[in-house]
Structures are given as structure tokens and as C-alpha cells.
């Protein structure tokens, strides 16, 4: 199936990709906004070590939606990132971590599709994006978040569970966001 949406030969942006961006930016940063709360939810259950990687693939959506719609170098690392920018601005209570989880999130998810020398902005890429995204962000938290304390059989339970939270939202539900997207022909564009 072919996936129409923008040139992706073409190395510039036009007004049309830097709006489609800002759109995907501030409904995300609505989400994660929203999304804050599920996280609270469950860390106040005894599932709490684990509530950071169970939610943590809806705050990675963004910059994939953002990369293979707009099939463009940087568009996941910048969708992250603005998305990011946004969660803050609307009184996360977060702050400025947002900003710093928004790169680090969008720098991981953005190597997959780097992988493929950005040719694959379909499920091979998602699928890469998310291993090098969980790779990256789980990195972060070993440090960050105080991963290095626990033992090595939660670490690995930990990584699984990133890796499948991930892999469904920032994945396997982005690609059928952007299914339904070009279903829509809402983003077929001269």
C-alpha cells in the first residue's frame, strides 16, 4: 500500500509540514498532559515500580506519528520534542523534565527511522524506532530514575514492559492512526 502524504525526497519543510507538526505537537502535549494522571493511578498501587514503564509508550507517540506522516529527518526527534514543550506549558507537573524527557524520548525513537537512512517511515520503522527507544530511554533511566538499584530480574522485567508498552502505543497504534489518516485523505496535499 502505498502512503501518500508529503515528497519524501524533498529535504525542506513547507508551511504544510511545519503546521501538521505544531497540530501533532499540541494534541500530544494535551495527551501526555492527560496521560499524567493514569501514570499518578497506578504508582499509587503496589504496581508503582513498574507504573513508569507500563505508561510510558503513550508519551512516545508524537514523534512517530510526526515521522511518518510527515516522512522527513528530524520531524520525530522536533514532534517529541515540541509535544514535550507543550505537556509543560499546559502546568505539568513535570516542568522543565518534560523538555528533557521530550529529547531524549524523540532522539531514541528518531535513530530507528535513522536506521533505515529514513527510507522505512512504515511498520519496519516503527518497529525499529521502538527497540532503539526503549533502548534509549530505559539508558536514562538507569540513571535518572534510580534503575540501577533494583535487582537484575526486575531490570529485565522492566525493559520487557517498556518494550511492549512501546511497542503498542508508539507503534502498533501509531500505524493505525496513520492508516486511518490516509483513509481520511485529509492529509493528501499538492
Request: net charge positive; proline share 4%.
Amino acid at each position: 500500500m502505498k502512503l501518500p502524504t508529503v515528497n519524501p525526497h524533498r529535504n525542506h519543510w513547507t508551511i504544510h509540514d511545519v503546521i501538521l507538526l505544531a497540530l501533532i505537537a499540541i494534541f500530544f502535549g494535551i495527551i501526555y498532559q492527560a496521560w499524567n494522571y493514569a501514570y499518578y493511578a497506578l504508582a499509587a498501587t503496589p504496581l508503582k515500580p513498574y507504573a513508569n514503564d507500563l505508561t510510558l509508550g503513550v508519551w512516545l507517540m508524537a514523534g512517530p506519528l510526526a515521522a511518518i506522516l510527515l516522512k522527513k529527518r528530524n520531524a520525530c526527534l522536533i514532534g517529541e520534542l515540541l509535544a514535550g514543550i507543550m505537556e509543560m506549558f499546559i502546568f505539568s507537573s513535570w516542568g522543565v523534565g518534560d523538555i528533557i524527557s521530550g529529547f531524549i524520548q524523540g532522539f531514541g525513537s528518531e535513530l530507528g527511522f535513522a536506521l533505515t537512512k529514513y527510507r522505512k517511515f512504515n511498520g519496519i520503522g516503527l518497529f525499529l524506532s521502538t527497540i532503539t527507544s526503549t533502548v534509549v530511554t530505559f539508558g536514562w533511566d538507569l540513571f535518572q530514575s534510580g534503575y540501577l538499584s533494583y535487582p537484575p530480574k526486575m531490570l529485565i522485567e522492566l525493559f520487557i514492559i517498556r518494550f511492549l508498552s512501546i511497542g503498542l502505543f508508539a507503534g502498533i497504534l501509531v500505524h493505525a492512526i496513520q492508516k486511518l489518516l490516509l483513509r481520511t485523505k485529509v492529509l493528501n496535499h499538492a
